[in-house]
């Protein structure tokens, strides 16, 4: 018995510009506009962010130091207390050098082709957080000198600013190469409210469950905070891109 053909989903199509319900369409059409303006140096704000990540990690030592008591200055001050002064400084230098990786990447951003070195890329700081803290807990907790109360208040105190660090490196909005190439194509596109990327197509499977979609041009969406493709829209015009050239080159060959 031949399988029932799932009926296409309906949707109700908004468009972004005007908030008005327009009639759906496989793809809606592009629309012409300037190229989308990425201005600042790039390699500058990544210079800087390495630097001050740098300078995390050389906060992230002398903490390991001061608290092994192998620097001493001010003796009047507990150890374990001096130790967290130099992490809140490593979590600043954290937290700002990946405010900086994270502009950089916006102005020059990524491809989305490897999933996993996109968001390494554009989540640097996630790992440097991880670096600038990790090492301190582990000699505290391996730390025989050290009391039960000194070991909970300095990994707490660590595991925090870790988190705190990690969570404002996180990029929760990653720009790719291919959607800002779709902008300056002025491409119209597809996406939801509370999705992270935007769609080339309407009936797109990742929209199956969508009852209201909103369409604009992929700046609009960009904006919106969606700065990534679908894959599989990705994929699936990829497909009838190369069919389509495939099918110009046989009229040429049958000329030859």
């Keep these: 018995m031949a399988e029932?053909?799932?009926?296409?989903?309906?949707?109700?199509?908004?468009?972004?510009?005007?908030?008005?319900?327009?009639?759906?369409?496989?793809?809606?059409?592009?629309?012409?506009?300037?190229?989308?303006?990425?201005?600042?140096?790039?390699?500058?704000?990544?210079?800087?962010?390495?630097?001050?990540?740098?300078v995390?990690?050389?906060?992230?030592?002398?903490?390991?130091?001061?608290?092994m008591e192998k620097l001493l200055v001010l003796p009047q001050i507990q150890p374990l207390y001096k130790a967290i002064a130099a992490l809140v400084v490593d979590a600043i230098c954290v937290i700002i050098g990946s405010t900086l990786w994270k502009k950089a990447n916006h102005i020059d951003p990524a491809s989305q082709k490897n999933a996993l070195k996109f968001w390494l890329w554009n989540n640097m700081?996630?790992?440097?957080?991880?670096?600038?803290?990790i090492p301190f807990i582990i000699i505290l907790l391996k730390d025989e000198k050290a009391?039960?109360?000194?070991?909970?208040?300095?990994?707490?105190?660590?595991?925090?600013?870790?988190?705190?660090?990690?969570l404002s490196s996180y990029d929760w909005n990653p720009l790719s190469q291919e959607?800002?190439?779709?902008?300056?194509?002025?491409?119209?596109?597809?996406?939801?409210?509370?999705?992270?990327?935007f769609h080339l197509y309407e009936d797109?499977?990742?929209?199956?469950?969508?009852?209201?979609?909103?369409?604009?041009?992929a700046q609009e969406a960009i904006d919106a905070g969606k700065g990534t493709i679908c894959k599989f829209c990705e994929k699936r015009y990829d497909k009838e891109l190369a069919a389509a050239e495939e099918t110009q080159a046989l009229p040429e060959a049958a000329g030859e």
């Excluded at 592009?30 to 190229?35: D, H, I, L, R, S």
């Excluded at 050389?58 to 390991?64: D, K, S, T, W, Y």
């Excluded at 700081?125 to 803290?133: I, R």
């Design 147 to 166: 009391d039960k109360k000194t070991k909970a208040i300095g990994t707490a105190v660590a595991a925090v600013l870790m988190l705190i660090c990690g």
């Design 4 to 54: 029932e053909k799932k009926p296409k989903k309906e949707h109700k199509i908004v468009s972004a510009s005007t908030g008005e319900a327009v009639k759906p369409g496989s793809r809606p059409a592009a629309k012409p506009g300037a190229a989308v303006q990425q201005t600042g140096n790039a390699t500058g704000l990544r210079v800087g962010a390495v630097i001050l990540w740098l």
């Design 204 to 217: 797109c499977q990742a929209l199956d469950r969508s009852e209201t979609l909103m369409t604009g041009s």
């Design 56 to 67: 995390a990690v050389v906060f992230e030592v002398l903490a390991i130091a001061l608290f």
């Design 125 to 133: 700081g996630v790992l440097v957080s991880a670096v600038a803290f």
């Design 179 to 197: 959607a800002v190439a779709e902008a300056n194509k002025g491409t119209g596109v597809y996406w939801t409210e509370h999705g992270k990327k």
